[in-house]
């Protein structure tokens, strides 16, 4: 069976984005290594690890090169709340950047919100229904 294990972002500055991923987003900090002779650094953040399931996020930081050309092909990462207002207050009052605050979906009920990561990169929360909760 197949398993979807981590989506890959990379980004200009590694300890900012760890900071953010962990102290904003309320992710952990899973793993994480340098690799000096291809100079780069991995880590790795989530909710939980790999082999319980979880999809996590692979954040490469490729030693010097402090910005990247977003382009306009990837979208966004989607993150289930339980509270996505609380989380959305938590998160500007954390001094991140909450783009779309938390409201239903155009022409729907879904309720959502858009966040920013410090590399631009854009982070929906979607309103978990009781339905929805500890699926992961």
């Given at each position: 069976?197949a398993q979807?294990?981590?989506?890959?972002?990379?980004?200009?500055?590694?300890?900012?984005?760890?900071?953010?991923?962990?102290?904003?987003?309320?992710?952990?900090?899973?793993?994480?290594?340098?690799?000096?002779?291809?100079?780069?650094?991995?880590?790795?953040?989530?909710?939980?690890?790999?082999?319980?399931?979880?999809?996590?996020?692979?954040l490469t930081?490729?030693?010097?090169?402090?910005?990247?050309?977003?382009?306009?092909?990837?979208?966004?990462?989607?993150?289930?709340?339980?509270?996505?207002y609380a989380?959305?207050?938590?998160?500007?009052?954390?001094?991140?950047?909450?783009?779309?605050?938390?409201?239903?979906?155009?022409?729907?009920?879904?309720?959502?919100?858009?966040?920013?990561?410090?590399?631009?990169?854009?982070?929906?929360?979607?309103?978990?229904?009781?339905?929805?909760?500890?699926?992961?």
């Amino acid at each position: 069976m197949a398993q979807l294990l981590h989506t890959m972002l990379r980004v200009g500055n590694l300890e900012r984005s760890i900071e953010f991923y962990t102290q904003v987003m309320g992710m952990k900090l899973l793993r994480k290594s340098e690799n000096s002779e291809y100079k780069y650094t991995l880590a790795f953040v989530g909710y939980d690890e790999e082999s319980t399931g979880s999809a996590v996020i692979e954040l490469t930081y490729n030693w010097g090169t402090e910005e990247y050309d977003m382009g306009n092909a990837f979208g966004h990462i989607a993150i289930g709340e339980e509270d996505i207002y609380a989380r959305c207050e938590a998160i500007a009052n954390a001094g991140a950047k909450v783009i779309r605050p938390a409201g239903p979906v155009a022409g729907g009920s879904t309720v959502i919100a858009f966040v920013e990561d410090p590399d631009g990169y854009k982070i929906e929360l979607i309103q978990m229904s009781s339905s929805q909760q500890g699926l992961g």
